[in-house]
């Protein structure tokens, strides 16, 4: 297949190296990228769009830009031309998904998402798979390396949040502004893509309550450690007759569950469907060449004429079901006090209650600065 990149940072390097090194499931004709000065004498490397797009024969567009705009619009632009379309980009896929599959069914054509979500993780795949014979009810993981890689450093080397922080920054794994992924607001597009492949509800993100880990310290973890727990971020997903429950939460799991175990920066998911039960993924969910691996195993799956339909439906979001005990340090513990089976200090934990008692209770602390955990029953 013919086809163009649009990007080649770290994601779209990687994609250029491999199919370079794999001449047999394509050419990649164009290059699209910002600043051609970065990019050394390889010709095919363009800052013009039109030479881009007026490449002939055009196929399949690639795009690992990242950001909602121009990615958004370039891949409306593909898609209308009848070009199939491979992206790693969640946040704009998140907020155009439905947009952007009428499109592609309106034209013939695919636009395919797994390195969105788990890097090279072969999840969004293997929901799909499983749709073959099952039906997907719930899905769970650890879907964002940088607050994992954070975790395990804080749980490991009894480190502070700002040292694991700047640990995971040196190391590559986390960015000079890190608000998506310590707010969790990856984690939440990441949550809306599964849900619609698993699912086939597409929630809009802001939907989906989330709570990061920008607030955790020593002491949480240390509380967490003696009770025999490890706190992860966890963003995970059930299908009701009526509705969908979703969420982005850090969560204390007893040390004996799998994903307590999935440690560093990799990512640790499973799906319950029908007869399979449940099914467990783990691997590297980010990084240059674990993602560039899923974007080509998509390009090699439209060759191979793969064809996958996806249709959405709307459903709400509603975490009424969403129960349990709460671990809430708060400069308000006094808020808690008729709700609250252990207070100590800023310490609170709660009796069992519903996540939206819980929220009327955090919005009455008022505390822009507390740190929330569910406690894992
Ligand atoms: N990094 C990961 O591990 C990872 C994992 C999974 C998914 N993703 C997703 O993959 C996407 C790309 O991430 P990345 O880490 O590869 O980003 P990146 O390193 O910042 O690369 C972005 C590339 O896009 C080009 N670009 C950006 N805006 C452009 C514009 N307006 N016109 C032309 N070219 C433009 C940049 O050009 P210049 O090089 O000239 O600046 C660069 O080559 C994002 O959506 C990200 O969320 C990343």
């Not at 095919?44 to 002939?56: C, H, K, L, N, S």
């Not at 632009?77 to 599959?101: I, P, W």
Request: charged share 20%.
């Amino acid at each position: 297949m013919k086809s163009v990149l649009l990007g080649c940072g770290t994601v779209g390097k990687g994609v250029l190296e491999i199919m370079d090194a794999h001449p047999e499931y394509g050419r990649i004709a164009k290059v699209l990228v910002r600043n051609l000065k970065k990019h050394g004498d390889d010709p095919r490397m363009t800052d013009d769009p039109e030479a881009v797009f007026g490449t002939e024969n055009l196929e399949l567009v690639i795009e690992c830009m990242g950001g909602l705009e121009p990615a958004h619009t370039y891949v409306k632009r593909a898609l209308e031309a009848g070009c199939h379309v491979v992206t790693s980009n969640k946040k704009m896929l998140a907020a155009y998904y439905e947009e952007l599959q009428d499109l592609a069914e309106k034209n013939g054509c695919l636009i395919r998402y797994e390195a969105c979500v788990g890097g090279g993780i072969p999840w969004i795949h293997e929901l799909i798979r499983l749709q073959r014979i099952d039906e997907v009810t719930a899905f769970r993981g650890i879907i964002n390396g940088t607050t994992n890689y954070i975790l395990s450093g804080m749980t490991d080397n009894n480190t502070s949040f700002e040292e694991a922080l700047s640990g995971a920054q040196e190391a590559g794994y986390a960015e000079a502004d890190p608000t998506d992924d310590i707010d969790g607001y990856d984690a939440r597009f990441k949550v809306a893509l599964s849900a619609a492949a698993g699912f086939g509800v597409l929630p809009a993100a802001e939907e989906i309550p989330c709570y990061g880990i920008r607030h955790i310290s020593a002491g949480d973890i240390v509380w967490a450690k003696e009770k025999g727990r490890t706190i992860k971020l966890i963003g995970s997903g059930k299908l009701y007759d009526d509705h969908v429950e979703l969420s982005v939460l850090p969560v204390m799991l007893k040390n004996s569950s799998l994903l307590a175990g999935v440690a560093s920066n990799l990512n640790g998911l499973s799906a319950v469907s029908t007869t399979l039960g449940t099914s467990f993924y783990i691997g590297q969910g980010a990084g240059r060449y674990p993602t560039a691996h899923a974007v080509v195993q998509d390009i090699i799956g439209i060759g191979e004429g793969e064809r996958v339909t996806e249709h959405c439906y709307s459903m709400p979001v509603d975490n009424s079901a969403l129960i349990g005990c709460w671990y809430v340090r708060t400069v308000h513990p006094e808020v808690f006090h008729d709700a609250a089976e252990i207070i100590d200090g800023e310490t609170v934990v709660t009796r069992e209650m519903p996540f939206h008692a819980l929220q009327e209770l955090l919005a009455q602390c008022n505390d822009p600065d507390l740190f929330l955990a569910l406690i894992e029953a």
